[in-house]
């Protein structure tokens, strides 16, 4: 069965920085991609990006070149870093298995204050 936890998320102020992790399990972590969504209050969820096997790794355009994916295999975990955060980054952040994944974690509350 397919599980992931997300954690990390938190206040910061505009400007700042945070680093998310998604921890998985219940499936081959290393030959998956590893997706992260977000979903702000009253929105729909947005992909944020989604990392490949390979660690080839696509952004949406909202978030280029201020975040970032990585992922760990050995510890079946993927990150999110988000640098230069804005207000409008404020959301429930969700990672998943695959670029489109099924299976949802509880999501980590990411608050950018102005």
């Known amino acids: 069965e397919v599980h992931v936890v997300e954690s990390g998320g938190g206040l910061v102020q505009v400007g700042g920085s945070l680093r998310l992790s998604c921890s998985a399990s219940g499936f081959a972590f290393e030959y998956a991609a590893i997706s992260w969504f977000r979903q702000a209050p009253g929105k729909q969820r947005e992909g944020v990006g989604c990392?490949?096997?390979?660690?080839?790794?696509v952004l949406a355009a909202p978030v280029k070149g201020r975040f970032t994916i990585s992922r760990d295999n050995a510890k079946a975990t993927a990150y999110l870093q988000m640098n230069d955060l804005k207000p409008e980054d404020s959301a429930v952040y969700y990672c998943?298995?695959?670029?489109?994944?099924?299976?949802w974690g509880q999501g980590t509350q990411v608050f950018v204050s102005a």
């Open positions: 990392i490949g096997k390979n660690n080839y790794t």
């Open positions: 998943g298995e695959s670029c489109s994944p099924s299976t």
